[in-house]
């Protein structure tokens, strides 16, 4: 079984910072793209970002330059670096990972429990 915890998530003021951080554990062969979605209410899930098991990295045109995703290989972690926070940028933010168990197996998504950010005065 493979667990996503999310972490850092809080009550920040328009204009700060946050990280987050998600770490993946359990029985894991290997992981591949990891993800940071977020959902606002009343609003759909978005894609956030996402870097690949090598690094490149992509971004929603929204966050461009205020975020930066990077991931710990080592410790199978995927960090959510977000400056510059607007009141826009309230949401519960997922992970979420490809993640092959065994070399036998095909890779599947995981999801994370979610964490609140909240950007308020």
């Known amino acids: 079984q493979v667990q996503l915890v999310e972490s850092g998530g809080g009550l920040v003021q328009p204009g700060g910072s946050l990280r987050l951080s998600c770490a993946a554990s359990?029985?894991?062969?290997?992981?591949?793209?990891m993800r940071w979605y977020r959902q606002a209410p009343g609003k759909q899930r978005e894609l956030v970002a996402f870097i690949t098991s090598a690094g490149g990295t992509n971004y929603a045109d929204y966050v461009k330059g205020r975020f930066t995703i990077s991931r710990d290989n080592a410790k199978n972690t995927v960090y959510l670096q977000m400056n510059s926070l607007k009141s826009e940028d309230t949401a519960v933010y997922y992970c979420?990972?490809?993640?092959?168990?065994?070399?036998?197996?095909?890779?599947?998504?995981?999801w994370g429990q979610g964490t609140q950010v909240t950007v308020s005065s």
């Open positions: 359990g029985s894991i062969f290997s992981i591949y793209a």
């Open positions: 979420n990972a490809d993640v092959r168990v065994a070399v036998t197996t095909s890779s599947r998504i995981y």
